[in-house]
C-alpha cells in the first residue's frame, strides 16, 4: 500500500533552520506531485509548498516564501523541505501529501495520499 513518511521535525529557536524528509513508497512516484501542508492546534490544515510531476514546478504559500524550498528526487522517492529563518508561526505538525494534479495544489482535498506528520516547534 501507498506509504508517506516524514521525518526531521524537531524543537528549534526562532532564525534557525531546520530540513523535512519525505519517503514516498508503494506508489509510482514520478506520477504524483508532491507538497507539504501543516496544521497547528485549533487551527485548519494549510498550504506550505509543493512540487509538481510533469516538469518540476514548485509554488509556496506566501508565508514561507523565501524561506523554505521544496525539492524531489525520483529515485530514491524523497520530497525533501528545507526551511530557513523558522518563526515561532511556523510551529505545527507538518504532513507530506501525494497528489495526482498538477493544479489547485493549495488544496487539501486534491490530494489523495497523506503521511502521519511530523511535529516542528520554534521557540522565540
Known amino acids: 500500500q501507498v506509504q508517506l513518511v516524514e521525518s526531521g521535525g524537531g524543537l528549534v529557536q526562532a532564525g534557525e533552520s531546520l530540513r523535512l524528509s519525505c519517503v514516498a513508497s508503494?506508489?509510482?512516484?514520478?506520477?504524483?506531485?508532491m507538497g507539504w501542508f501543516r496544521q497547528a492546534p485549533g487551527k485548519e490544515r494549510e498550504f506550505v509548498a509543493a512540487?509538481?510531476?510533469?516538469?518540476?514546478?514548485?509554488y509556496y504559500a506566501d508565508s514561507v516564501k523565501g524561506r523554505f524550498t521544496i525539492s524531489r528526487d525520483n529515485d530514491k522517492n524523497t520530497v525533501p523541505l528545507h526551511m530557513s529563518v523558522l518563526k515561532p508561526e511556523d510551529t505545527a505538525n507538518y504532513y507530506c501529501?501525494?497528489?495526482?494534479?498538477?493544479?489547485?495544489?493549495?488544496?487539501?482535498?486534491?490530494?489523495?495520499?497523506w503521511g502521519q506528520g511530523t511535529q516542528v516547534t520554534v521557540s522565540s
Open positions: 501529501a501525494a497528489s495526482l494534479l498538477v493544479q489547485s495544489l493549495d488544496l487539501p482535498k486534491n490530494y489523495h495520499y
Open positions: 508503494g506508489l509510482t512516484f514520478g506520477s504524483y506531485t
Open positions: 512540487i509538481t510531476w510533469s516538469d518540476g514546478s514548485s
